[in-house]
Structure formats: structure tokens, C-alpha cells
């Protein structure tokens, strides 16, 4: 993936996903008819408690490029491509379809894992010339999302892989169980935001076009929300917040990250962070999916910003003992 400069002519694209039920279509129809002035490309998928057509998205003049299978997963990521492809010639004028669009909405199955997708453009080179990945966003409903989170492995993957959380139906839910909800999404997943709405109601501005991908955004962990209470629930995705303010050393960093792609990758869904690495002036930026990841130099550090590497990794069954013995042994000696 290649860093995104100011001037990065690639076209956006956004993942929308969810729990089963928890009102997807919503913000998709929000997003296609709010008068924000950009031109949208849709892929949806008609797997799902509601087959989104022409219909039920209403007033769109973006056209709506069906998924042909169900869900958007591993099997079907070539169809995804070839859906991106047909988009990226219609829009450089290469096909008998021609289309004018300022970015991608993909909207994923209640089933799916968004991981595929966004692997998508990590690993398909053409891909990522054209396109680049704006923001993974994970509609989550409120008032059945205890239940879903202990039963489902989807459910929690969908957590962890988000970069904005929409916490919705939030008024069918008492406040007491709502920052308790919070708490036990944060502790999944610490990077990610969160947002309460209502019938999915949100600023667009809050989930399009925020780069939440771009590596040299700054990560805003905040650690200490995790020590303000005991969580009951031992969910199986959980994250880890690694910090060190000493330089780490490049070759002992690359060491543990072998190791640990190596021995747990499977199990780690996201992982990203802003690294000090001795001898190296700028912060290093890094992220990945599963055992596809990307990092970079990309500014020197601020006057009065500390020189902290912060990291967080986002997993099943991951061994916090383990992940800080091994980052601690990546101090520069």
C-alpha cells in the first residue's frame, strides 16, 4: 500500500458492516441521499435479513453493483475484485459503461468477515494504485449487541476489525448498560472510535473521508479507559496496548515480528501503532491484517510530542504476557 500523500488522486473506499439486524441500510441510504455533493459507487451484497436493490435504496443516481454471491468473503474476493476492476475502467473511460464516482461504499453481509475485503488492498498491486482504503465501519446494535458479542465469533471479529463503531438503537438501552457496552467495545478494540446514534444517523463526515487507514494518522489509544473497571465478559477478541519510551531496535523488532506472524498470526486481526526507532529521526508507522502488514517513516516527531512508541494488537486468544516480554525485548541496548 502505498503512503498517501495530500495530493493522493486514489479514490477512497469505505466498508461498511454489522451486526445482523443492526441497521446497515440506514446509513447507506443517509449516505446516498444526504446533500454532501460527491458522486458514490456502491457495492452491495443481497445476502442478509434485507436484500438492498434499487428499491429500497431510495433516490440514488449511483448505480448499485449487486454482489452475484451472497457474502463477501474469501471465495468470493476475485468477484469483488472484478467488480472494482469493471469500476476502475468505467471510470478511466476503458469500458462501454462509463461512471463518474469520487469514492466506494462496500456494505458486507451481517455474516461476513470485513477482513478479505480490506485485504484486498494490501495485496492486489492495480487495486491499490487506484483505490485506497479510507475506513473499516461497524454498525453495531445496541440493544442486542451483549447477546450477539456471546455468541458470535463474527460478531466480535467485526469489533475488532472497525475503525469507527456506530453504536445504534442507543435508545432502546438504558445509560447504565450503554457504558457498560462502550467498555467492553473499547477493551476489543481500543483504537477504534465511537460513535452513539439512532436510526443510524450519523455525520457523514464521521465515517467518510477520514483516513483511517492512512498511516500517519496518530493512533488515539487511551489505555487508562481500560483500568476503569473490571470487565465481566471474557470475550475471545481482546487487544493489547504495548508502550515503550525508549528506542526500539530495528532488527529486534523485526525478529518478534516473525516470530509472532509466524506462531500467531491466524489470531491477530488488527494491529497498528507509531514506533521510535533508534537511529531513524521520523516516527515509523506501522499497521496490518492478519499477517499482511505495512509500515513507513513518515514525519520527524514533534517539539513537544513525546518520542513513545504506542502499539495496539487486536486478537483471539493472544497472550498479553507473551506480546510485552517480547516488545520489551526490542529495547535498543
Not at 219 to 241: K, Q, W
Amino acid at each position: 500500500m502505498s503512503h498517501p500523500e495530500p495530493s493522493d488522486q486514489r479514490i477512497p473506499v469505505t466498508v461498511l458492516t454489522g451486526f445482523l439486524g443492526a441497521g446497515k441500510t440506514t446509513p447507506l441510504n443517509h449516505v446516498l441521499t444526504a446533500e454532501h455533493g460527491q458522486k458514490i459507487a456502491v457495492i452491495v451484497n443481497e445476502f442478509g435479513e434485507v436484500g438492498i436493490d434499487n428499491q429500497l435504496v431510495v433516490g440514488a443516481d449511483e448505480e448499485i453493483f449487486e454482489m452475484n454471491n451472497g457474502r463477501i468473503c474469501c471465495t468470493v474476493r476475485g468477484d469483488l475484485i472484478r467488480i472494482l476492476g469493471e469500476l476502475m475502467d468505467a471510470k478511466r473511460g476503458l469500458s462501454g459503461r462509463k461512471a463518474d464516482f469520487d469514492r466506494v461504499l462496500i456494505e458486507t453481509t451481517g455474516l461476513a468477515d470485513p477482513a478479505p475485503v480490506a485485504q484486498t488492498f494490501f495485496v492486489d498491486e492495480e487495486m491499490a494504485s487506484f483505490y485506497r482504503l479510507d475506513a473499516i465501519v461497524t454498525v453495531v446494535d445496541a440493544k442486542h449487541a451483549g447477546q450477539h458479542l456471546d455468541e458470535g465469533h463474527e460478531a466480535q471479529e467485526q469489533v475488532a476489525f472497525a475503525d469507527v463503531l456506530l453504536l445504534n438503537k442507543t435508545d432502546l438501552v438504558p445509560e447504565e448498560e450503554l457504558h457498560q457496552l462502550e467498555g467492553r467495545l473499547h477493551s476489543m478494540n481500543p483504537a477504534a472510535k465511537i460513535y452513539r446514534t439512532q436510526q443510524s444517523r450519523i455525520d457523514i463526515g464521521r465515517i467518510l473521508g477520514i483516513h483511517a487507514f492512512d498511516l500517519e494518522k496518530k493512533l488515539e489509544i487511551e489505555p487508562g479507559f481500560l483500568e476503569e473497571e473490571d470487565h465481566e465478559h471474557d470475550d475471545e477478541v481482546t487487544s493489547i496496548v504495548l508502550q515503550e519510551d525508549r528506542p526500539l531496535d530495528l532488527k529486534k523488532l523485526e525478529q518478534f515480528l516473525s516470530v509472532w506472524l509466524s506462531e500467531h498470526g491466524a489470531d491477530t486481526f488488527r494491529y497498528k501503532g507509531v514506533l521510535q526507532i533508534k537511529g531513524v529521526d521520523k516516527r515509523v508507522v506501522f499497521q496490518g491484517i492478519h499477517m499482511l502488514f505495512d509500515s513507513m517513516a513518515d514525519r520527524e516527531w514533534k517539539p513537544d510530542e513525546p518520542k513513545r512508541s504506542e502499539f495496539v494488537v487486536i486478537g483471539r486468544g493472544l497472550d498479553e504476557a507473551w506480546f510485552k516480554e517480547q516488545f520489551a525485548g526490542c529495547v535498543a541496548g
